[in-house]
């Protein structure tokens, strides 16, 4: 019976988390460029009573075991890199990339940081930067006051025009993916780190090679779906509520068995 309680309680400890990953996802549903996380279980050690291939007599072999688990375990929250839906801004300087890529930033400290949000501000040198004020790397370089337009391709070839319409600076925009996004590092505000585990940045032009498109005047909303959500929450509510079920129930066994054996003394 105590195998039972702990069991059920490590059932629970696992449904608490799955809904601390859900209530995150659905408090993020209009974050721009947010990425929704999964969380991952495994089940825990079994205690063998009989192996599988034991000797039944007679040369005979068991088709099957007794084995008792332990529960189950959160090993892995990880982010989901499917691209949100894209949203008309007209704004200028919004850019959302549709596919593969990050917009490399410059954090305090000289750190690389990456992200999706392309809602991008320029700071009082001419800068382009984050909402958080962190300068995109590899991006236009700078903006003056003459500066009356900016035009962004898909191919992240952006051109600058003066209020005559004339051509005043041009170049190309690049982005970043890395082989494994799910293994970056999410630091907040919408900024993730490299790691071991997402392997090293490679940059290319968007459109090419893979690497996901621009989209000026647009921004990436969160890839949170609502009613999914919804539903995960319900599973997570119900696997909480039906092991502490389990708990009470091995509870009400260890009274009934305590009170058989109260002679002899109560052992589960």
């Given amino acids: 019976m105590i195998r ?4 059920a309680a490590s ?4 449904q608490q988390m799955n809904l601390d990953v859900i209530a995150n996802n659905l408090a993020n549903v209009n974050t721009t460029g947010f990425k929704k996380s999964k969380i991952e279980f495994q089940d825990l050690l079994y205690d063998t009573k009989k192996i599988q291939g034991a000797e039944a007599g007679d040369g005979q072999l068991t088709p099957g075991g007794i084995q008792l ?21 007209d704004e200028r300087l919004d850019v959302a990339i549709a596919g593969d890529g990050f917009f490399e930033v410059q954090l305090p400290g000289g750190i690389q940081g ?3 949000d392309g809602s991008f501000k320029v700071s009082a040198d001419g800068a382009i930067v984050t909402n958080e004020g962190y300068q995109v790397v590899n991006a236009i370089p700078n903006i003056g006051a003459e500066v ?9 070839e952006y051109t600058m025009f003066d209020q005559q319409g004339n051509n005043i600076g041009a170049g190309q925009i690049q982005i970043t993916r890395f082989i494994n996004p799910g293994g970056l590092q999410n630091i907040g505000g919408n900024i993730y780190q490299e790691t071991p585990a997402s392997g090293v940045p490679e940059q290319g032009n968007p459109g090419q090679n893979g690497f996901g498109g621009l989209a000026q005047g647009y921004l990436e909303m969160s890839n949170v779906k609502v009613v999914e959500e919804m539903v995960n929450l319900i599973k997570a509510q119900r696997a909480y509520e039906v092991n502490s079920k389990a708990i009470q129930a091995a509870d009400e066994m ?6 058989l ?3 002899s003394g109560c052992s589960q």
Wanted: with cysteine; glycine share 14%.
């Fill in 261 to 263: 054996f109260e002679q």
């Fill in 4 to 7: 039972a309680l702990y069991t």
């Fill in 69 to 89: 688990g332990h529960g189950s375990r959160p090993v892995s929250t990880s982010k989901v890199f499917t691209t949100g839906d894209l949203v008309q801004t």
């Fill in 114 to 116: 990456y992200t999706r």
């Fill in 11 to 14: 059932g629970m400890n696992s």
């Fill in 254 to 259: 260890m009274q009934l068995r305590c009170g």
């Fill in 148 to 156: 009356s337009n900016i035009g962004i391709a898909k191919t992240g």
